[in-house]
């Protein structure tokens, strides 16, 4: 669109400019003949014709000082430094100097400080300057010539020696702008003539690449540099277009056919300055020239102000704002309106589309921008466009609430627009649950099943909306693909399998959905839908359920490999795996417990059979709740079987699973079950397997009903009574109490009795007595061998006493000898060497004597005999055990409790000494073992027989003060204090 047809606006305020102290007009410039102008750095610069240079501070102050003799032609003010570049002649002719003021820094005369004068000469041949730009880093400065020349600075621009000047072009057409441009880290000169444009790169080692950009041409003034909204792009202005350009080649073209004096650029801006037809008279009969300034918002497409002034001379960008200097020397203010009020300007015009780029333009907030699309959108559905305000809608979806534009649109015919609304809404992924239900709903009013698909079935869409929800819907709208679809995409398995199940009623479809997932998730779902499936599909859930409790494999679909480079990848790593090469990963066994799904089998016995069944052939070490399970059916079957052929055949069949090595039955719990049903076999071979033979002489007499049940209760007895010969006794009662015939038993069970010494005779006979058909002839025989076994007892025993009574006169008779009599020694041989004695040697009271050396090398202790040692201690340690254990009360009682003849238990104790005390003291001689040494070492006929410390006579039960010693004849004993028999035993032989 040309610029001629945008829309035109008012966005800037004109006004004269006036001093801020009275108010007045700014005429301090009425007395300047100008000559140029520049600003920057917070104030206006002026030249005129007389070679003065002045500034206009914000303030409106003004200042000069005089920099040229004659004129002053140009004048460059830097953005970024107080650094002013002027061109202008001290002389007549064409002389032009360069002269670079330092504004930081005054003379003397306050006036600014000159840092460098240059000669502005293109070559040999002067000529007229036309244009100056510098680069703000101070290092470029190029000066265009009339002539078409194009001269370069290089180097530092405040100093002369530290620059070098070169000629890089050389036209025939007069130079019209220049204007620096950093670019790919090169600086780039843009150089506009009348006849060409050209862009000149500054290449290092002082080089430069030039590259003709257009054969065109533009007038003086009317170039210029735009700024980052048009990606800093060299705009000229000629009478056809407005054109743009790159370094590497031209941009756009603007179609504006007019003749242009002037182009500048202001943030963003465009400002072209042109010709009006008409003419305001001056006073004095002379018109004024008028010229039309206008002001074009690029990015925007619009005309943000367009006025008529007089003759311009320059437009200046300072302090914020646009400054319009005529050659009547007067200032113009133009200010830029802010964006509120332009915004407004544009809502009351319902340009919308405008405010919106406006805003965006000038940086406006995230808020301020959803609200202009806010406030469209409102104007759209005001007038009925419905379909351009949802799409404005739709723009404000980050920052407005949702529910307001959804109750605009719940009319049944604008529910294609609320479609639209909530699809964007999911895609910005700002949607609830209820958007989703909403949204699902309006494809559902509207029937658009492909829509739906589109929204659901679309393989490479990401997904923007809540799976869950969306499975709700469809399933309660009927659209059950949808939902079985979404279902299983995302792994929603018990949503796929409440539809599966509850809706479309495909148990084959659910059972192979569930075969294919995961272990955990396979388990899961069987255990929660196992019973619906069991009763529906009991096949194909009872094949399942046997590879769950086995060894679980997911069942994966077929990969198809469409490209060629994979299939032959795959196919090579099946090689190489077959091979060895590869290693491939062991399979992790997987399986579930069986005992957690025999519930859901509660309607189907014969399914929940055949699953047991597998479960312990497969896995013999099964539960226990399995096999009981199991038998329980069995048992089941087995009551309600009429066919004798077939009850027989299943009866076999559990006796062999209660044999079965490997069972884990709950033996108590399989007990009841066999009660329960009457299996007799199962009943029998449980108590066997228990060792309760107690209870299978009961089972046996409690069913008497049969012939054969004694032959069964003596079979039982001889079979188990060497286990338990409480059997025979419970027989014998048994076979007491009955009135039939049982002599030829009594007689067995009577024998078996009186062989393992069960029952004494008179519980026999008090047993027997209250069968009428027992005669004493039964028993006769029974009582006889009884009596005459304890007469051959008692014998014995007589035999036993009288024998103990004579060893112990014997022992008495030794004991007295040894108190009333004295002990020779008169061993002549040693009792280990076996060789004669010789002095010195040891004898000790149990008539054992040693050589000195041989009782050394044998003896562990000086005072004891090495040769009774042994036998002494095994006597010491029997009597230390005995009053040990004559305490170990509940020991006797069972001992006594288990033995077959509790008397010899007793009569075991009493020799222990349980129930009598028995006090056992000792006390070391006094003798030392050097004493012994000495005595035997010294002849019989020198012992002295006055030495109290020899031994003359041992009296051990007489009682003598302890450390004196009774004398008798040649020999003296030292009595010991209170011994026991056998420790007293013990001291004699020492």
């Not at 057409?173 to 009348?194: D, S, W």
């Not at 739709?394 to 639209?420: C, G, M, Q, W």
């Amino acid at each position: 669109m040309a610029l001629l047809q945008w829309r035109r606006f008012n966005f800037f305020d004109k006004e004269v400019l006036r001093n801020a102290e009275n108010s007045e007009l700014f005429d301090k410039l009425k007395d300047i003949n100008l000559s140029s102008s520049s600003c920057g750095r917070g104030q206006i610069v002026l030249g005129d014709v007389d070679g003065f240079i002045y500034f206009v501070d914000h303030s409106l102050k003004l200042t000069k000082f005089k920099a040229y003799e004659i004129r002053v032609i140009h004048l460059y003010q830097l953005k970024q430094h107080s650094i002013l570049v002027s061109i202008g002649e001290d002389e007549e002719g064409i002389n032009p100097l360069i002269k670079v003021w330092n504004l930081d820094q005054h003379d003397k005369a306050d006036n600014p400080t000159c840092t460098r004068i240059a000669r502005a000469i293109p070559g040999s041949k002067p000529s007229k300057v036309s244009c100056l730009t510098v680069h703000e880093n101070l290092n470029c400065m190029a000066v265009g010539f009339d002539d078409g020349s194009v001269v370069l600075f290089r180097g530092d621009v405040l100093r002369e020696r530290h620059s070098k000047q070169k000629v890089i072009l050389e036209g025939q057409h007069r130079i019209t702008g220049l204007n620096f441009k950093t670019h790919n880290k090169n600086q780039v000169l843009f150089v506009a003539t009348e006849g060409e444009i050209i862009c000149i790169t500054l290449l290092p080692k002082d080089k430069e690449q030039k590259k003709l950009l257009d054969s065109h041409g533009c007038s003086l003034h009317c170039s210029d540099m735009s700024d980052f909204t048009q990606y800093n792009q060299f705009i000229i202005g000629r009478p056809d277009a407005i054109y743009f350009y790159q370094p590497e080649e031209r941009g756009q073209c603007l179609a504006f056919e007019s003749e242009k004096l002037q182009l500048h650029w202001y943030r963003g801006y465009m400002i072209i300055v042109g010709k009006d037809g008409q003419t305001v008279p001056r006073i004095g009969g002379q018109n004024r020239e008028m010229n039309v300034l206008t002001i074009y918002d690029i990015q925007n497409k619009f005309v943000a102000y367009s006025a008529p002034f007089p003759h311009i001379f320059d437009i200046l960008c300072e302090w914020g704002s646009l400054y319009i200097l005529t050659k009547d020397r007067k200032l113009f203010h133009l200010q830029e309106k802010d964006t509120q009020a332009k915004l407004e300007t544009l809502f009351k015009k319902n340009l919308y589309d405008l405010a919106v780029g406006l805003a965006q333009s000038q940086q406006y907030d995230q808020d301020g921008i959803v609200d202009i699309f806010r406030q469209y959108g409102d104007h759209l559905y005001s007038k009925g466009d419905y379909d351009g305000a949802i799409t404005q809608y739709i723009k404000t979806i980050v920052k407005l609430e949702a529910s307001y534009v959804i109750r605009k649109f719940l009319d049944t015919p604008r529910i294609h627009n609320l479609t639209a609304y909530l699809q964007a809404l999911h895609k910005a992924q700002l949607a609830t649950e209820d958007h989703t239900t909403l949204l699902l709903n309006c494809y559902t009013k509207l029937k658009d099943a492909s829509k739906l698909d589109e929204f659901i079935m679309k393989e490479d869409r990401e997904v923007d909306f809540e799976v869950e929800t969306a499975i709700k819907v469809c399933r309660s709208a009927g659209y059950f693909q949808h939902a079985t679809y979404l279902a299983e995409r995302h792994n929603q398995h018990d949503s796929y399998l409440k539809i599966q199940l509850e809706d479309v009623r495909d148990y084959a479809g659910a059972l192979d959905y569930i075969g294919k997932l995961d272990f955990g998730q396979a388990e899961r779902n069987m255990k929660k839908y196992g019973k619906v499936l069991i009763n529906e599909a009991p096949k194909q859930t009872t094949e399942l359920l046997k590879k769950l409790c086995t060894d679980y494999r997911p069942c994966i679909k077929k990969v198809t490999v469409e490209n060629t480079a994979e299939r032959q990848g795959l196919s090579a790593i099946c090689a190489l795996s077959s091979k060895g090469f590869i290693p491939l990963i062991p399979h992790l066994v997987q399986k579930s417990n069986a005992d957690e799904f025999i519930h859901i089998f509660v309607n189907n016995s014969d399914k929940l059979t055949e699953f047991l069944e597998h479960m312990i052939k497969v896995q013999p070490r099964s539960s226990s709740l399995v096999y009981n399970t199991l038998l329980e059916l069995h048992l089941h079957d087995h009551v309600h079987e009429k066919d004798i052929s077939a009850k027989v055949d299943k009866e076999r069949k559990i006796l062999d699973l209660l044999q079965n090595p490997d069972a884990c039955f709950d033996l108590d719990q399989t007990m009841i079950l066999c009660q329960l049903n009457n299996f007799k076999a199962g009943i029998l071979f449980l108590y066997e397997k228990a060792k309760l033979y107690h209870q299978i002489l009961c089972y046996h007499m409690e069913h008497n009903e049969n012939p054969v049940h004694m032959m069964h209760i003596m079979e039982t007895c001889k079979r188990f009574g060497s286990h338990d010969p409480n059997l025979w006794i419970q027989a014998l009662s048994y076979f007491a109490r009955k009135e039939d015939n049982c002599k030829q038993q009594i007689l067995e069970v009577l024998s078996q009795i009186d062989k393992c010494n069960l029952l004494p005779p008179l519980l026999v006979v008090q047993t027997l007595a209250h069968n009428s058909m027992t005669t004493l002839s039964i028993v006769k025989d029974y009582i006889v061998r009884h009596l005459q076994s304890e007469q051959d007892e008692i014998d014995e025993n007589e035999k036993l006493i009288h024998q103990y009574r004579e060893d112990t006169e014997k022992m008495r008779s030794e004991i007295e000898q040894l108190k009333t009599s004295a002990k020779i020694f008169q061993n002549q041989k040693c009792s280990l060497c076996a060789q004669a004695l010789d002095l010195p040697s040891v004898h000790f009271l149990c008539q054992h004597s040693f050589h000195h050396g041989c009782f050394e090398g044998y003896s562990e202790t000086d005072a004891e005999c090495p040769i009774c040692l042994p036998r002494n201690r095994q006597m010491l340690e029997t009597i230390r055990s005995q009053q040990q254990s004559k305490d170990l009360h509940e020991q006797f009682h069972q001992q006594l409790e288990r033995a077959p003849d509790g008397f010899s238990v007793i009569a075991d104790y009493f020799a222990r000494g349980v129930f009598s005390k028995i006090l056992c003291t000792t006390e070391p001689s006094t003798n030392n073992a050097s004493q012994s040494r000495r005595h035997n070492a010294l002849p019989k006929s020198k012992v002295p027989k006055s030495d109290p410390s020899y031994p003359t006579r041992l009296s051990p039960f007489e009682s003598a003060p302890q450390g004196q010693s009774l004398k008798s004849g040649s020999d003296a004993i030292q009595y010991p204090a209170h011994l026991s028999p056998f420790d007293a035993v013990d001291k004699v032989q020492k």
